[in-house]
């Protein structure tokens, strides 16, 4: 009898391996015996743009269980169809990998006008005055009792009539009843009224903090309200958490925002334990369809606490949906918050020291004793840089950490790496460092950058792509969202174009092209990450992970590559985001 089940068994193999060879049915799906090997998806009739060189375009692809299964011409791959096939005719549309939002802090973006009033100028909101501050901030005043928090955040003094950050007095109009702050574009200064100032217990007599500063009336003494780096966790320590329920509500419209610009994995720039624990909650009541990858917060203070941070967990721990990066350090602010620590002044000074360079968030020492200490415990770091001082620091740490324990393949990350100059490109080269490039800079800040900050010398060398293209270094590029609008396409075609809000062009030999430019957010901000095998490209293993587009970012007039319409985003093999309009 044994003898009989082993013929059989035979028999059916034999069978199968016949069909196989023989072809497929005659109406050109898998014979029934192998219907449970078909694929879930077939997408046929497009324009793929795989982002595998050495295979860069398709027609079809199909996908099982979320992963792609293969990729090839329409012809070969719906052979593959099975009974229970869905077959999807892309009528010539075009299809890209999912989009890496490499650098934000979603869901941060969700919180806009449900916890913060909206403080942005054009294009993005529409303050264009103190007064226009002033205003908004009030219509938070409904329903909103004596003693309560008023919250806005956006505001950018270089766009604004006044041409000067809003004061305590300002905010004052509002209320006083209320403490009121608010959070400047960039993220790295607030303005706190006297209500909120008193509460953190701010006077002329509180010493500016180690890394930050306590701006004060040049006259009098007093704070004016404006608070920088490190001084604003004097006063936003004392703001109430947000609720889970908010942060829930934020989450939704975050992942709308996201999904809905072609994201399918994003990097969290600033994590923390309890944020890790409440991404899991939101992943299992089925808010959280797209990949997050945490970095943890390596905060100020000794190396030590950079690991307890995320209780102690290693970069790369996790599973496909929700992992756990860099660990992120800081060690300037921001330029146009003139926070940024430059080698050489600001061709516009804050005030009357003509010699000023802004500030290193720490010693270089300090610095490099939390990198080696990281760096040896086998963490991938991330540092936030935009002046070239604070940069030299990082290369600095950064050598230091290898020299005293080598390691191959580290992938250290420099974030924003705005000014980097050519020697720095040449080290990061050398180091093997990869930077994750703020681009946008261009557009939204790039002619006050060319007139104010940087002068045009150094303002067209801002976010040198091209200079790191021709080093062979791998990068990324980013919105660092909620500073700017979640839209990897904009950040694609600041790449390429480099126009700045007039309109004007900064920095035109640092321009690349549109495939290099869609790398940055595709398969070469998977290796960023590590996770160039099982992301960032159309290739059989790989997540089904992509995002359906109107026009062809390597076809369409590259002035237009920021306005192609995204019509689907696809996680998983399952649609999270479709563009009914």
Not at 147 to 160: H, V
Not at 200 to 214: F, L, M, N, R, V
Request: proline share 5%; with cysteine.
């Amino acid at each position: 009898m044994k003898k009989l089940h082993v013929k059989l068994r035979i028999m059916l193999l034999l069978t199968l391996a016949i069909s196989i060879c023989m072809g497929f049915s005659s109406n050109g799906t898998l014979p029934s015996e192998l219907n449970l090997l078909a694929p879930d998806t077939i997408y046929w009739n497009g324009t793929i743009i795989t982002m595998n060189s050495d295979s860069p375009s398709a027609n079809a692809v199909a996908i099982k269980d979320g992963k792609i299964v293969s990729v090839g011409t329409d012809q070969d791959i719906r052979k593959l169809a099975g009974q229970n096939t869905k077959t999807i005719d892309l009528e010539g549309k075009v299809m890209i990998p999912g989009l890496i939002d490499a650098h934000s802090h979603f869901p941060t973006s969700g919180l806009d006008d449900l916890v913060y009033a909206n403080l942005n100028s054009p294009p993005v909101g529409t303050i264009e005055t103190i007064e226009n501050i002033v205003e908004v901030l009030k219509l938070s005043l409904k329903d909103t009792a004596d003693g309560e928090w008023i919250l806005g955040r956006g505001y950018d003094q270089t766009l604004i009539k006044e041409q000067r950050h809003p004061s305590r007095l300002d905010l004052d109009k509002v209320s006083v009843k209320h403490p009121i702050v608010i959070t400047h574009t960039s993220g790295h200064l607030v303005v706190a009224n006297s209500a909120a100032l008193k509460l953190a217990g701010i006077t002329k007599e509180t010493p500016d903090p180690s890394g930050g500063k306590i701006w004060r009336d040049v006259e009098t003494g007093e704070p004016t309200g404006l608070l920088e780096e490190s001084a604003m966790q004097l006063v936003n320590k004392h703001i109430p958490p947000v609720s889970f329920e908010q942060n829930v509500e934020s989450v939704k419209e975050a992942v709308e925002q996201y999904t809905a610009a072609g994201v399918t994995t994003s990097i969290i720039a600033h994590g923390t334990k309890e944020g890790l624990i409440d991404l899991q909650k939101y992943s299992k009541m089925g808010i959280l369809p797209i990949r997050i990858t945490s970095m943890g917060s390596g905060g100020l203070g000794d190396a030590s606490k950079s690991s307890v941070e995320l209780g102690g967990i290693v970069t790369g721990f996790g599973n496909d949906l929700l992992k756990v990066g860099p660990i992120k350090l800081w060690q300037d602010g921001s330029i146009q918050g003139y926070t940024g620590y430059l080698d050489k002044p600001y061709h516009v000074p804050p005030g009357d020291d003509p010699e000023y360079r802004g500030h290193p968030i720490q010693s270089r020492e300090a610095l490099t004793e939390q990198v080696i200490e990281l760096h040896k415990a086998g963490y991938q770091i991330a540092v936030h840089a935009n002046g070239d001082a604070a940069i030299d620091d990082i290369l600095y740490a950064y050598r230091k950490a290898q020299e005293a324990f080598p390691r191959n393949d580290a992938r250290h990350r420099i974030e924003h790496a705005q000014m980097a100059r050519e020697d720095q490109l040449d080290a990061m080269k050398e180091l093997e460092i990869t930077p994750s490039f703020y681009v946008s800079h261009t557009y939204f800040w790039g002619d006050q950058h060319w007139e104010t900050f940087m002068g045009p010398e150094r303002a067209a060398r801002m976010s040198p792509l091209q200079s790191a293209e021709d080093r062979g270094i791998k990068f990324s590029i980013h919105l660092d969202t909620p500073v700017t609008p979640m839209s990897p396409l904009q950040a694609v075609w600041s790449a390429v174009n480099r126009t700045t809000r007039s309109n004007e062009v900064v920095g035109a030999e640092q321009r690349i092209t549109p495939i290099q430019a869609l790398r940055a957010v595709t398969i070469d901000a998977a290796w960023q990450n590590f996770e160039e095998d099982i992301k960032g490209s159309i290739e059989k293993g790989k997540y089904a992970d992509f995002v359906i587009l109107e026009k062809n970012p390597l076809s369409i007039d590259q002035a237009k590559i920021k306005d192609i319409k995204i019509l689907e985003t696809i996680i998983n093999g399952k649609s999270v985001y479709k563009n009914n309009k």
